[in-house]
């Protein structure tokens, strides 16, 4: 089933309780490619992932990891596998290098190659430095590569990180897109899970969307960003009566049809010549005396792919406790 493939699931199934988690998810992975999975929050993303990686059992389907079934081969399928969860694994109180040395002892690395191992790392991620700096000083971002380096330990061949920048700022997360960028040079495939459609578009060759436990699209960032049109520019205005004369000049000026909401008071349309296109339009709104209350270019996010392609908007209503979740996950993980 591999042909080519470090990653291929069908249909995957996963239930909790009357919760369908994975409601026949597919997934086909290239190897030496970033792949990115996204969805909102309790799409079903961890537990792809954690199926994926052997942490807990699937109730139906199959899947292949480096061309070994996770259900008949877990063993072998662990043994070339590193993972990130979505919850950093470091402990505070040790330094980088520590964690690290930790992690190539708990692996059986033995001390010599723990240590030198942790050396490589530090370099790789960029966190030599750092090296010998408790953890619970580091930055947001330097944790996640740190958390990183310790998946990497065994050099695996699939690699899975779980949101690896989620509540990180922009300069962290742009740290942490540049290691996941120098894994796949140096030949490791990813699979990324995601909920900004930004991250996938800068680090996935290709992007599964999933939605309830499914996949709704598999595309690359360019198709997907083509269903939603790629930026738009977006203007909102103090009173219902100005949209008129916005929507003529939106229109005048970019090359797509301008949408309303009259709900939101918002004209948008979509720009290629971006900055040009919102100068134009905030200069002519400005001599016509319209009045605006913010203007500005917006990128399309996960939202605008799911109103593309489901109809509706994101269903932000799904957040069960996280922490609720990780111990029953982990009590599955010892039952499996
Ligand atoms: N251990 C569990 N016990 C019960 N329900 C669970 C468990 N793990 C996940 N679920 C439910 O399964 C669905 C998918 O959850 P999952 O954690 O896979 O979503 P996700 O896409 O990773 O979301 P997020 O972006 O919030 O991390 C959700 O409805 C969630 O509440
Ligand atoms: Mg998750």
New binding site residues.
Partial sequence: MSDGHAVRAEGLEKR?GD?R?LDGFDLAVREGTVHGLL?????????AVRILSTLIRLDGGRAEVAGLDVARQAREVRARIGLTG?YAAVDEVLTGRQNLEMFGRLFHLGGRRARARAVELLEQFDLTDAADRGVGKYSGGMRRRLDLAASMILAPSVLFLD?PTTGLDPRSRGEVWDSVRSLVASGTTVLLTT?YLEEADKLASRITVIDRGRAIADDTPDGLKNLVGGDRIEVVVAERSEIGRVVKTVARVCEGEPETDEGTLRVHAPVTDRVSALTEVARTLQDEGVRVEDIGLRRPSLDDVFLRLTGHRTDRT?R?DRAD?AD??EK?AVAA
């Fill in positions: 909790y919760k988690a969805g909102p929050n309790g799409a079903g993303k961890t537990t979505q949101e909920q799904d069960t979740r029953a996950a599955d």
